[in-house]
């Protein structure tokens, strides 16, 4: 079956600093990969996505490059800002039926000034 | 309408009790979700409808959880004698059909609490 495991929580970093959250997967087949963002008080947003091996997703500095070698889809943020504190879900979705999400845990992200 | 809608925002019942959360797509998306997101725990799959197509109640953690949705539109999540694990937030989304990835769109949740 499908699964998504993400570095637990929280993490916290100074603004400025350099974000790495790791996620792996594992699924049949070539899954699209995703990662989404909840801020407090809101719903999931699409951050950025990835279809296929070697695609790098890239939205508001994040970035995420779809390793199929490695089954990874780790999200880096060069410069966090104190904004970016949200929670952040790895997610991928399999070309099948359904088209379903499958989400890991979640991280949460606190960015202090 | 502009995005997924879902209502109450927030709900507090009493264990034994039912209650149903609505979830209203936005217009034209064929396919609808309902996630949970329990405290500390990532989105849990619940059920699945396509359009005219018989759901995917496989997520669904219990008999006491059922959906419908109506015209293939509006969705109804009923959870019956509700239990205190059944407190967390439950998400809608809604997508267009087809096999484009992604292009899903979530509700602002509702968040459900049993005391």
């Known amino acids: 079956g499908n699964s998504v495991t993400q570095m637990e929580g929280p993490v916290t970093l100074s603004e400025e600093a350099f974000l790495t959250i790791n996620c792996t997967y594992t699924a049949t087949g070539y899954p699209s990969l995703f990662w989404y963002v909840q801020y407090p008080g809101e719903g999931l947003q699409l951050l950025l996505k990835a279809t296929k091996a070697d695609d790098k997703g890239s939205n508001k500095g994040f970035e995420a490059t779809y390793r199929k070698e490695t089954t990874s889809f780790h999200l880096e943020k060069g410069s966090v800002q104190v904004s970016d504190s949200a929670v952040y879900f790895c997610?991928?979705?399999?070309?099948?039926?359904?088209?379903?999400?499958?989400f890991g845990g979640g991280t949460r992200l606190m960015v202090k000034p | 309408g502009a995005g997924v809608s879902q209502s109450p925002s927030n709900k507090v019942t009493e264990k034994g009790k039912d209650v149903e959360l609505r979830c209203d797509p936005i217009?034209?998306?064929?396919?609808l979700y309902w996630y949970r997101q329990s405290l500390g725990q990532g989105l849990e799959f619940l059920i699945y409808f396509q359009g005219n197509s018989a759901p995917d109640k496989s997520g669904l953690p219990s008999d006491r959880f059922s959906a419908e949705r109506t015209g293939g539109s509006v969705s109804t999540l009923t959870i019956q004698r509700t239990q205190q694990e059944d407190s967390a937030v439950y998400l809608c989304a809604s997508r267009q059909g087809g096999g484009r990835p992604g292009g899903y769109t979530f509700g602002s949740g509702t968040r459900l609490t049993v005391v």
């Open positions: 997610a991928l979705m399999n070309n099948n039926a359904g088209n379903m999400l499958t």
């Open positions: 217009s034209g998306h064929t396919a």
